[in-house]
């Protein structure tokens, strides 16, 4: 990192009070389009308490947000939630939202279900398969009524990039207003240059954005990357392996090694354009676009 970089610093200091964690790739849907593979390692709860104790005795822990696979498919997941949410720690769920195991999180407004909802029910279901829109939608109504958090993922291509008015017009009928985080399809620059998230899928009917149209969604909406970047963080993926954000596939370490060990090693591939990547040679293979808009 350019220790000069005010920027960078600020946004580190504020990166270091959340973490990311994968426990697992396994999922109980196959999703036509999902670019991940679904390997075996899963983390047990103690692998992950005994990470956050030792992360929590050297850093001022706020939040964690957790990914995979599906977590909710996990045995002990809403116990750990509520482990966590009892230390005061806000957790965040990257879920598809079709198992609902929401009675058992005890304390709602400490947490944050982020659910994936790629358009309409038909086109959602095209990709997640039957039924599924139901499910998720009637998990996020639920959830609202038990007063959890709630927010949307919703993963763009060439086929719903337009229906996008209508789909945000659907939600707030729905749900009320709703944050509404775009994720473009990614691009064959990103599943070209990753060793192991790199699955391609099916394209008919879901094909990838174009550079233009790439532009025209990060200027408009929230998208993931964000358009200023700043997206690293410590993120512990299902086999240990520690990396620098949620992408990641160069290793900062491992999830045994000393907690300072892990930040510096971050810190020193943080570069880059706007608050920076911790990748720079990657940048999820949107380098390109990213210059564009800068
Ligand atoms: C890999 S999933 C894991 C969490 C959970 N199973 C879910 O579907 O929300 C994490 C996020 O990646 C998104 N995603 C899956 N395939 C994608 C793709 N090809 N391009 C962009 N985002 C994708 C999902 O919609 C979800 O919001
Ligand atoms: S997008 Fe999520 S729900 Fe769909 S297969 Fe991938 S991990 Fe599973
Ligand atoms: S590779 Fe860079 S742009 Fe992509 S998520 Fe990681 S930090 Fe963000």
Same mark, same amino acid.
């Given at each position: 990192m350019d220790t000069n970089n005010a920027r960078y610093q600020k946004q580190l200091n504020q990166v270091l009070r959340h973490l990311y964690i994968n426990p697992l790739e396994k999922c109980n849907l196959r999703c036509k389009i999902c670019y991940t593979k679904k390997t075996d390692p899963i983390l047990t709860q103690k692998q992950i308490l005994d990470f956050i104790d030792r992360y929590q005795n050297e850093y001022d822990l706020q939040t964690i947000t957790f990914c995979g696979g599906e977590v909710f498919a996990l045995k002990y997941y809403t116990d750990l939630l509520n482990i966590l949410n009892s230390r005061g720690i806000f957790t965040q769920t990257i879920t598809n939202g079709t198992i609902d195991h929401l009675d058992k999180i005890v304390l709602p407004n400490l947490n944050n279900l982020i659910v994936s909802i790629d358009g309409l029910a038909e086109y959602h279901d095209?990709?997640?398969?039957?039924?599924?829109?139901?499910?998720?939608?009637?998990?996020?109504?639920?959830?609202?009524?038990?007063?959890?958090?709630?927010?949307?993922?919703?993963?763009?291509?060439?086929?719903?990039?337009?229906?996008?008015?209508?789909?945000?017009?659907?939600?707030?009928?729905?749900?009320?207003?709703?944050?509404?985080?775009?994720?473009?399809?990614? *691009?064959?620059?990103? /599943?070209?240059?990753?060793?192991?998230?790199? $699955?391609? &899928?099916?394209?008919? +009917?879901?094909?990838?954005?174009?550079?233009?149209?790439?532009?025209?969604?990060?200027?408009?909406?929230?998208?993931?990357?964000?358009?200023?970047?700043?997206?690293?963080?410590?993120?512990?993926?299902?086999?240990?392996?520690?990396?620098?954000?949620?992408?990641?596939?160069?290793?900062?370490?491992?999830?045994?090694? *000393?907690?300072?060990? /892990?930040?510096?090693?971050?810190?020193?591939? $943080?570069? &880059?354009?706007?608050? +920076?990547?911790?990748?720079?040679?990657?940048?999820?293979?949107?380098?390109?676009?990213?210059?564009?808009?800068?």
């Open positions: 095209s990709n997640r398969g039957a039924g599924n829109f139901h499910k998720s939608m009637h998990f996020l109504k639920k959830a609202h009524k038990l007063n959890l958090h709630t927010e949307i993922f919703s993963i763009v291509t060439k086929q719903n990039m337009d229906q996008i008015d209508i789909f945000e017009n659907y939600m707030r009928q729905e749900l009320g207003k709703v944050s509404i985080t775009y994720h473009p399809r990614k *691009p064959p620059s990103y /599943l070209a240059h990753h060793p192991i998230s790199n $699955i391609e &899928g099916e394209i008919s +009917g879901f094909d990838y954005l174009t550079d233009s149209e790439l532009v025209q969604i990060m200027q408009t909406r929230n998208t993931f990357p964000p358009k200023e970047l700043g997206c690293y963080q410590i993120s512990l993926a299902s086999t240990g392996i520690v990396y620098g954000c949620c992408e990641g596939f160069r290793p900062i370490g491992n999830i045994g090694d *000393p907690i300072e060990k /892990l930040v510096y090693s971050l810190r020193n591939r $943080i570069g &880059g354009p706007c608050l +920076g990547c911790s990748q720079t040679e990657f940048m999820c293979g949107i380098k390109h676009i990213i210059n564009k808009m800068n």
